[in-house]
């Protein structure tokens, strides 16, 4: 599965929820990941996120897509952060 | 799903925050902007650049169970960085080296390999015939030799035919490969563009199959085709026989012929023909694109990828060794 995962979280806690979400996947800009995972991984960030977050305060947006290829995606400016396997 | 990423750069890899962050150098030894690699999402890293990195980030993939392989400046495969073997198997052991040690069952093993190699080349070369490429001579001479396969006596013998079947099928080379022309195979240092690219992808193909052993119970030391021979993983030889036609040689076809490659590519010096940068990166976004390419597998009845292919070559090979099934060599059905 393909998805799209952004937060809004307040500055003390941000760090903590960007470190995490860098090992899942690929940053592209602030607060804005997306990449491949699969479902258990995605279960298992999610449960880490809770940890971290503050219920009341902070959110969590996942977007997710079947795969890469059904998801139309525009860059209008300077991209921050190309994805690419070959670096 | 994890994939391979490959890192040409020079840099420095560094573990942090438990991830991995990439750092690449320019010439002058500038650091560029760092690039966070997530690292739930690694297969595994093949670096062809100069790495910086420290034992922290390697304890940290040996925990991730992320392998790491090198390639030299001359696109040499040169070795690997290889977690603690996690699948590990006493009985599976001695039963690999137990069907080595056997003449009769190594030999038949062995017999099955050049077979199914053999096969796969003479896919391609009939695949090539139907589009106006004249490669009969060569597939009839492939079929004759085919005929004396089972008749070996040694594997000294087998390792003889199959040098000859794989010289026929390098002759058939010239006639497929549009602009550039192969002649003799020539390796250390390859002599010219064609044999540069298939020294290359063929270590593409050997350290794909080293890691697909790895993540099988089978000995990456003890082969059957190949001489078990030292300081050499000489099981991914014989796995890598049966796929280079497949997956190795096709590639080259496709690459040289559709002009994706190009003389410019290349680098020729002193006597020797290398790869640049610029081709390297080309085919090897090519190899990775293939290899995740799906086909409807017959008996599974499902998709795998040619990646999985590999695995599961190696997964019918572990049960001919203990004797749950017999071991039939991968055979291109298309």
């Not at chain 2, 089978?218 to 997956?247: C, M, V, W």
């Amino acid at each position: 599965m393909y998805v799209i995962l952004v937060y809004d979280i307040e500055e003390k806690r941000v760090a903590k929820m960007l470190k995490l979400c860098r090992r899942y996947l690929n940053w592209i800009q602030n607060s804005v990941f997306e990449g491949e995972i699969t479902d258990v991984k995605l279960k298992e960030l999610i449960h880490e996120a809770r940890k971290i977050m503050d219920k009341e305060a902070d959110s969590l947006i996942v977007f997710k897509s079947r795969q890469a290829k059904w998801l139309e995606k525009m860059v209008i400016g300077k991209e921050k952060n190309e994805l690419d396997n070959i670096l | 799903m994890r994939k391979s990423y490959y890192l040409f750069n020079p840099g420095r890899l560094s573990r942090k925050d438990n991830t991995l962050k990439f750092t690449p150098l320019d010439e002058d030894g500038n650091e560029g902007t760092p690039k966070y690699i997530p690292i739930e999402s690694v297969d595994n890293l093949y670096t062809f650049g100069s790495l910086d990195a420290n034992s922290a980030m390697y304890n940290f993939l040996g925990k991730e169970q992320v392998s790491v392989h090198f390639f030299d400046y001359y696109e040499h495969y040169t070795g690997s960085f290889m977690p603690k073997d996690y699948l590990l198997a006493g009985k599976m052991l001695i039963a690999q080296s137990e069907a080595y040690s056997n003449k009769k069952k190594r030999k038949q093993i062995a017999q099955k390999l050049v077979d199914g190699a053999a096969f796969n080349m003479l896919k391609n070369l009939r695949y090539y015939n139907n589009r106006d490429k004249d490669t009969l001579t060569q597939i009839e001479r492939i079929e004759a030799l085919m005929l004396r396969i089972p008749f070996a006596e040694d594997i000294e013998t087998l390792m003889g035919i199959e040098g000859n079947i794989r010289m026929s099928y390098y002759a058939a080379f010239n006639v497929i490969i549009n602009d550039f022309e192969m002649g003799n195979r020539s390796k250390q240092p390859p002599g010219n563009e064609v044999n540069a690219m298939v020294s290359f992808v063929n270590s593409m193909c050997y350290t794909l199959s080293l890691d697909m052993i790895y993540h099988t119970q089978l000995n990456p030391t003890i082969s059957f085709l190949h001489q078990p021979g030292e300081r050499r993983y000489s099981l991914a030889l014989d796995i890598a026989e049966i796929f280079k036609p497949l997956l190795a040689d096709r590639l080259i076809f496709s690459l040289l012929n559709r002009k994706q490659v190009q003389q410019t590519d290349f680098d020729n010096r002193l006597n020797s023909c290398l790869l640049k940068d610029s081709g390297r990166k080309t085919v090897v976004k090519a190899w990775d694109e293939k290899l995740n390419e799906t086909i409807k597998h017959r008996s599974l009845g499902r998709s795998v990828s040619y990646k999985h292919l590999v695995k599961l070559e190696c997964y019918k090979l572990s049960k001919h060794i203990l004797g749950i099934e017999e071991y039939k060599p991968f055979r291109a059905w298309w």
